[in-house]
Nanobody, 120 residues
Framework: EVRLVESGGGSVQAGGSLRLSCTTS????????AHWYRQAPGSRCELVSS???????YYADSVKGRFTVSLDNSKKTVYLQMNNLKPDDTAVYYC??????????????WGQGTEVTVSS
């Protein structure tokens, strides 16, 4: 089993920053893709950012320019730096590796989530 563990969530005011971490002790993120998803109460789950094994990245339009995904493979950790946070960023954030998705939340591929609350 993989087991992904997120941390770094919390409550901040709009304009603030948080850095989320996703750690695994089971494998190296090198050579795989890591995703960050989020789900707000009453809203659908959405892909926020991806870090592909070739180093390419993806960001949802809503976070582009504010969020940055990165890898510290020596620590087996993927980060999501979130700057200039907005109330609409309030959600539970999940780390996932393939084949984990919003529709396949198996604990081997999907973390337990970390909650982010942004107040106006």
């Amino acid at each position: 089993e993989v087991r992904l563990v997120e941390s770094g969530g919390g409550s901040v005011q709009a304009g603030g920053s948080l850095r989320l971490s996703c750690t695994t002790s089971r494998f190296s993120f090198a050579g795989t893709t890591a995703h960050w998803y989020r789900q707000a109460p009453g809203s659908r789950c959405e892909l926020v950012s991806s870090l592909f094994n070739d180093g390419d990245t993806y960001y949802a339009d809503s976070v582009k320019g504010r969020f940055t995904v990165s890898l510290d493979n020596s620590k087996k950790t993927v980060y999501l730096q979130m700057n200039n946070l907005k109330p609409d960023d309030t959600a539970v954030y999940y780390c996932a590796v393939p084949p984990g998705t919003c529709l396949l939340r198996h604990p081997d591929y999907w973390g337990q989530g970390t909650e982010v609350t942004v107040s106006s």
